[in-house]
């Protein structure tokens, strides 16, 4: 665990004492760029910025979770868990993670606080039993976990909510609610606030985003729920695998029949899909080894408000037709209007966006710094 203070050498100092060279700290920047889906004329400019940045003090508060958002975290492999919390920022604080329990890990959260005012980061896992509620339900040292949020975020820079519990409530908050669980943009009002909403969320997508503050000193592009765009940005419907035989009407209706074996598309078998938003189609999991949709099972939409409260997770959710595709009466023929339609539109933006990103090697980045 690093010390509260946060430190005075830049991140390219401290990456260069880790043995890092001039040309991997390029590719580290290539991967960002790409990560955050910047252009690679972006490259240099994050180069720079990484270089001269400051490591800043992060504080981690963890409510009513059940960790899985630290577990995700963990299995982060751009970049790793060790080079995250060695390399690019000061974690000063978090229940999992530090070595220090008691007054003491206490003690650290009070002292990065005071060192690093107006500039620290805080995450947030968890829902947080609101100020009407029992403060009883969700306690740490003695205090509850509303004040402890309000405390800690009073002279932060910003707040970073991470997981579906602490951006919309999550399962805490399902019906019928027992501990008056809310979200952090439900009491935070007064700070800037990022939801990493998922159940768990892509371990990829944090590191994301703190890459992205680390770079421009700023929080990313957001959507209607706070969300970075860069990962939030299209459905995973959008970014499936699965997509073209959701086109041609090719739908698994068991999860052993032909269509389940050959890959169809999961959509009758309750796949939130296209309701839900989120980068798991691209980035997946385990070092992107796989995901929900390509080990087999239909994507739960937990990356959404209210996803527990949103029905069964295995009943297929209703396709909007227009008035002149009232007659196609099966969801497959829906699927090859709607998703047609969908295609052109995503084929013509992905084009435009193409024009700026377009692929450049580690030798010519090399060139332009």
């Keep these: 665990m690093a010390t509260p203070k946060r430190p005075d050498k830049t991140l390219g100092e401290s990456l260069r004492a880790h043995g890092l060279s001039r040309r991997g700290f390029l590719k580290l920047c290539a991967a960002t760029a790409s990560m955050m889906a910047l252009p690679a004329s972006m490259v240099p400019r994050i180069a720079a910025a990484l270089e001269q940045a400051k490591r800043p003090s992060v504080i981690w508060l963890s409510f009513q979770e059940c960790t899985g958002c630290t577990e995700s975290l963990t299995r982060s492999h751009a970049p790793t868990l060790e080079n995250l919390i060695l390399d690019m920022v000061s974690l000063d604080y978090h229940h999992t993670l530090q070595a220090a329990s008691g007054d003491a890990a206490e003690a650290a959260r009070m002292t990065a606080m005071e060192a690093n005012a107006g500039e620290y980061l805080v995450v947030v896992d968890g829902s947080i039993p609101g100020p009407d509620a029992n403060p009883g339900f969700s306690t740490v040292a003695g205090h509850s976990n509303y004040d402890i949020l309000m405390e800690t975020v009073e002279h932060a820079a910003a707040v970073i909510a991470v997981g579906t519990c602490a951006a919309f409530g999550g399962l805490?908050?399902?019906?019928?609610?027992?501990?008056?669980?809310?979200?952090?943009?439900?009491?935070v009002k007064d700070k800037p606030?990022?939801?990493v909403s998922g159940c768990p969320p892509v371990p990829m997508v944090i590191t994301g985003v703190l890459a992205h503050y680390l770079t421009f000193g700023a929080l990313p592009e957001l959507d209607g729920y706070g969300r970075p765009m860069a990962f939030f940005g299209q459905s995973i419907h959008d970014r499936c695998y699965r997509r073209p035989f959701y086109d041609k009407g090719l739908f698994a209706?068991?999860?052993d029949d032909r269509g389940a074996q050959e890959g169809w598309c999961l959509y009758r078998l309750g796949c939130k899909g296209p309701t839900t938003y989120n980068a798991c189609a691209t980035m997946k999991w385990n070092s992107g080894t796989s995901w929900p949709i390509e080990a087999g099972h239909p994507c739960l939409g937990c990356s959404e408000p209210s996803f527990w409260d949103g029905g069964s997770f295995y009943e297929p959710v209703s396709v909007p037709l227009t008035a002149n595709a009232?007659?196609?009466?099966?969801?497959?023929?829906?699927?090859a209007v709607v998703g047609g339609t969908v295609a052109a539109v995503a084929k013509h933006r992905v084009k435009k966006a193409d024009a700026n990103r377009q692929p450049v090697t580690i030798e010519e980045l090399e060139k332009k710094l």
């Design 172 to 187: 805490p908050q399902a019906k019928p609610n027992p501990t008056g669980a809310m979200s952090v943009m439900d009491l």
């Design 193 to 195: 606030v990022i939801n």
């Design 253 to 255: 209706e068991t999860f």
């Design 326 to 335: 009232r007659t196609l009466l099966t969801a497959g023929a829906a699927g």
